[in-house]
Structures are given as structure tokens and as C-alpha cells.
């Protein structure tokens, strides 16, 4: 048994993997990127109707395939004035990222209020499939009229996080770093291995 529990990242997203493995090593956890450990990805179907169940989802599937505990994230871009669209649907509006923010733009062509917010939903499970820690993580800010700025992926162009005057991919990836809705709720998760001996002794045991 190791000492240092250790998780699957049940995504085959590395940078993603890349950008949550710091965090979570402050917490005394290792991070596995899911396709190392299995030696290939796994297509697992989104088909919940939140987040939560799409990234319980993920995890449930890769934890039952490597046999570790594993943590899937799944996210997405919410407009108010959308009565909160995409939302789930986020990357399937359309084909590619420009064309989703072609959409979004011709969706919000009259709207005055711009309020819109990402949503990232972190979920980790045990491989037994006994228990789930979840959480969700936000970044509030305005939908502008035109994308701006190279950095990023998917809404980054047209997402100005509150208290910016630039887009997140005008920013770059240190402010993104800093205050996205992914960064949040992996700190809420963090928080909780942080805080939680019984926790992190039920990870270490559950292989
Ligand atoms: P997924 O969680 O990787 O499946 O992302 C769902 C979709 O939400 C992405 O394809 C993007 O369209 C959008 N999205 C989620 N997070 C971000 C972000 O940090 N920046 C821009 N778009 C995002």
C-alpha cells in the first residue's frame, strides 16, 4: 500500500492533468494521468443532466478500470440571458471553437445584460464506487460583443472575468490559473485532502 495516495485523472486532457497535478501534490496526493495508467484513454459518454453527473460519470468509469480512486472534471460556459445556455451543452453547439463563439455571439446578438459564468464540477470516487466527493467551482464575469486575444480554448476570446477589462484569452494562463473555475474547485478539493487525515487514509487504502 502506498503511502501517498494515489489517484487517476480520468480525462486524457493532459494539460488539464498538467494544471491539476500541482494543486493537488500540495495536498499529499499523487496524481496518475488516466491514459499512463491504462496505457490508452477511455470514451465514456456524457450523458448526465448536470455536471456532478457527468464527472461521477468519468471517474466511476476509469476508478472501476484502473482500480484506484479517480477524479473527472466536467465544465462549461452558463449566460443569464440564455436563462443560463449553454451550459452542458457548451462544446456541442457546434463544431469548433470558433464556430461555438460564432454561435454564442449570434445567440446574445440583442442582449444587453452580459452576465455569463463558467462552471467547472470536480468529482472523486472511490474504485468500490462507495463513495464520491464532489465539488464545483465558478468564474463570474461578461460575454463581450467580439473575441479577443489568442490564449486558451473554447470562450476564452469573449469571457471577461469580473474585475477585468480583458478577455481570458488576453490574460494569458497566469491570471487563468489564478481565478478560473477549474483552479476553484480543484482548491475547494484541496481544501478538503487538506483538512481530511480519514480522507486521505481511505484513498491510500482503496486499491
Ligand atoms: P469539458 O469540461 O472539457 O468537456 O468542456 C466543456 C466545454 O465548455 C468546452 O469545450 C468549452 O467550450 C467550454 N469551457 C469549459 N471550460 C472552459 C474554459 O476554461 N475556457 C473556455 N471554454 C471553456
Redesign the pocket.
Known amino acids: 500500500m502506498s503511502l501517498v495516495p494515489e489517484i487517476v485523472f480520468a ?1 486524457g ?1 493532459r494539460n ?1 492533468y498538467i494544471e491539476i497535478k500541482k494543486r493537488l501534490e500540495k495536498s499529499g496526493v499523487q496524481l496518475l494521468f488516466g491514459p499512463d495508467v491504462l496505457g490508452g484513454n477511455l470514451n465514456v459518454v ?1 450523458d448526465g443532466s448536470t ?1 456532478l453527473e ?1 464527472a461521477y460519470k468519468k471517474a466511476l468509469v476509469w476508478a472501476n478500470e484502473t482500480g484506484l480512486p479517480s477524479v473527472a ?5 452558463e449566460v443569464k440571458a440564455l436563462d443560463w445556455r449553454p451550459g452542458i451543452y ?2 456541442r453547439v457546434a463544431e469548433s ?1 470558433p464556430s ?1 463563439i460564432e454561435w454564442l455571439l449570434a445567440q446574445m446578438a440583442n442582449v444587453e445584460d452580459r452576465t455569463a459564468r ?1 462552471v ?1 464540477a470536480l468529482a472523486l470516487v472511490l474504485p468500490d464506487g462507495k463513495q464520491c466527493w464532489i465539488v464545483e467551482g465558478f ?1 463570474w464575469g461578461k460575454i463581450e460583443h467580439e473575441p479577443r486575444g489568442s490564449c ?5 476570446p469573449v ?1 471577461v472575468p469580473e474585475g477585468f477589462e480583458k478577455t ?1 484569452a488576453e490574460l494569458g494562463p497566469d491570471v ?1 490559473l489564478r481565478i ?3 483552479s476553484v474547485a480543484v482548491e475547494g478539493l484541496s481544501n478538503m485532502l487538506n483538512c481530511s487525515y480519514m480522507v486521505k487514509s481511505l484513498l491510500a487504502s482503496s486499491r
Open positions: 480525462s486532457n488539464k456524457e455536471y457527468n472534471d466536467d465544465s462549461g460556459l457548451s462544446s471553437d461555438r463558467f467547472a468564474c486558451g480554448f473554447g470562450y476564452d469571457f481570458f487563468k478560473s473555475h477549474r
